[in-house]
Nanobody, 128 residues
């Protein structure tokens, strides 16, 4: 299983980005997908996690109302749409997959330890 995140870049505050996670080796319908981020000097945190079992999504409080996760099964790709970006959203964003994911997405599941496979990150920089 391999994952590749892309779509990061430099953006003004209030702007939007759509990150893509292309999955190979397994169907996105068979895994849960997590989006994580790591800012300089900070631990990697779960941003939003998507369960393909019931299509539920968990989002951390800091991005609730500003983020949407969606999937394109034909492209085997999961997206993270981020709107109204803030400087504190600046981080390297990673996508990860959990083959044994639960029925429903939750904060208990959306953790680094829950994920089986990781992709390389993509840098999001929101200007001050």
């Amino acid at each position: 299983v391999q994952l590749q995140a892309s779509g990061g870049g430099l953006v003004q505050p209030g702007g939007s980005l759509r990150l893509a996670c292309v999955v190979s080796g397994i169907s996105v319908r068979e895994v849960g997908i997590g989006w994580f981020r790591q800012a300089p000097g900070k631990e990697r945190e779960g941003v939003s996690c998507f369960s393909s079992r019931d299509t539920s999504t968990y989002a951390v409080d800091s991005v609730k109302g500003r983020s949407t996760v969606s999937s394109d099964n034909a492209k085997n790709t999961v997206y993270l749409q981020m709107n109204n970006l803030k400087p504190e959203d600046t981080a390297v964003y990673y996508c990860a997959a959990d083959e044994g994911h639960p029925l429903r997405a939750s904060h208990r599941w959306c953790t680094r330890l829950s994920m089986d496979h990781w992709g390389e990150g993509t840098l999001v920089t929101v200007l001050q």
